[in-house]
């Protein structure tokens, strides 16, 4: 599951960074053809193309980021089941999605934690 989503997310950021690229070739090449004009502008412009999609991909597959979902703590749950549990408890518990004071939060995870355990 974890290469599925670092194969995605390298996919994506490869996707969205080539269609930035795409979408400012032409105002990059009429730039570098102000600046050092024809005969270095061409080389200039794939030089830039080819930074533009390796910033763009290297912004957006962030590996490290997927770290805290498959390292565990001893004793700690899962960040995202912990997330869209309290979430989905939330909105059960006031009804509105409203955030919960220290008090409530305090009795949710009280009761949370005195619910039996699946074997």
Known sequence: MIINLLVITLLLSLVVAGLVAWFFRKPISTIMNRIVGDPLAS???RY????IVVVGVGGGVRPWDYEKYITLVK???LPVLTDIFSFDVQVTYNGRGDE???EQNETLLNAIND???KA
């Open 43 to 45: 080389a200039w412009v």
């Open 48 to 51: 830039v193309m080819v930074a």
């Open 75 to 77: 004793d700690q749950p």
């Open 100 to 102: 919960l004071s220290p």
């Open 115 to 117: 619910l039996p355990k």
